[in-house]
Structure formats: C-alpha cells, structure tokens
C-alpha cells in the first residue's frame, strides 16, 4: 500500500509531478492545476491534458493525492494532497533546498569562466 512506502521511495521527483503537487496544496480541478502550474513556474511548463491527467491518474495510485467528492461540480473532478502527498512534497523541496546550498559557492565560482 502506497501509504506505508518510505517518503524517499518517491524521491526525486520530476519536475511535473512536483508543479502538480504544489498546485493541489490547495483542492483544484484539472483546468485549475493547469493554470496555476503556469502560474508557479511564471510560464515556463505549460502542462497539456494528456499529460495532466495520465500524472493524475498515477498520483491518485500512488496515494499522493485524492479525488475530493464534496466538490465536485457538473463534470469536473477536484484533486488534493493527501496527507503522503504534502510529506512528498515537503521532502522533495529539502532535497532541492540541500542541493542549490551545497553547490552554491562553487556554482559562484564558475560564474565568468565562460564569458
């Protein structure tokens, strides 16, 4: 069952899988996680249906998120984080946290080598 892995059996985590799971920190529907993935990333990832849904299929398997039924409206389906799913999220952001500390001063050090 999903629920008992180790948080660090999901880790590291692809950048859409991460947009989606910062987007449901609040409940969304589909067209709602598009947007606001597009939002977060200032327009960089733009995220299409096939993808979106086929990540939220997996997502809902894996027990990271779950479909939320007192909200849903004519068709559409709200998704939020479950309880693993904000531990997933939470480590994956100290995971990147811990890798931009620990390179950056030699990441500084490189800086006009290439000019």
Do not use: C, W
């Amino acid at each position: 069952m999903a629920k008992y892995k180790k948080i660090e059996s999901f880790l590291p985590l692809t950048h859409t899988t991460y947009y989606i799971l910062l987007a449901l920190i609040s409940p969304a529907h589909g067209y709602g996680i598009m947007q606001e993935v597009k939002a977060i990333t200032h327009g960089e990832i733009a995220l299409g249906p096939g993808t979106l849904y086929g990540a939220l299929s997996k997502l809902t398997k894996q027990g990271l998120i779950t479909k939320l039924e007192e909200f849903a409206t004519n068709r559409r389906k709200y998704y939020t984080l479950t309880p693993l799913g904000r531990q997933v999220v939470k480590a994956e952001y100290e995971r990147i946290k811990s890798l931009v500390e620990n390179s950056s001063e030699l990441i500084q050090g490189l800086e006009g080598e290439d000019e």
